[in-house]
Nanobody, 117 residues
Framework: QVQLVESGGGLVQPGGSLRLSCAASGITFSIYAMAWYRQAPGKQRELVAG???????NYADSVKGRFTISRDNAKNTVYLQMISLKPEDTAMYYCNAHFVLNAENYWGQGTQVTVSS
């Protein structure tokens, strides 16, 4: 059974920082591309950041320079370090695991990030 369990969300003031974690089980983590998506109320889910099995990364323009995605294959965990948070970063953040060769795709349950004073 595949599980992606996110943690680290919460309430933070504008300009603050958070680090999200996503622990994976039930998959061969190292061969999966991992990503963070977010969905704000009334909006579509959007890609925030992705990291390939080889470590290549990509980011949404809105978070470049503020967010950093990383992975620890020994711990089966992907991280999202977020700094200089803005109210518009408020959303539910979801972890995603994707295996390119057969299009397997898995989602976590989400962790809420709220940026507010």
């Amino acid at each position: 059974q595949v599980q992606l369990v996110e943690s680290g969300g919460g309430l933070v003031q504008p300009g603050g920082s958070l680090r999200l974690s996503c622990a994976a089980s039930g998959i061969t983590f190292s061969i999966y591309a991992m990503a963070w998506y977010r969905q704000a109320p009334g909006k579509q889910r959007e890609l925030v950041a992705g990291i390939g099995s080889g470590g290549s990364t990509n980011y949404a323009d809105s978070v470049k320079g503020r967010f950093t995605i990383s992975r620890d294959n020994a711990k089966n965990t992907v991280y999202l370090q977020m700094i200089s948070l803005k109210p518009e970063d408020t959303a539910m953040y979801y972890c995603n695991a994707h295996f390119v060769l057969n299009a397997e795709n898995y989602w976590g349950q989400g962790t809420q990030v709220t940026v507010s004073s």
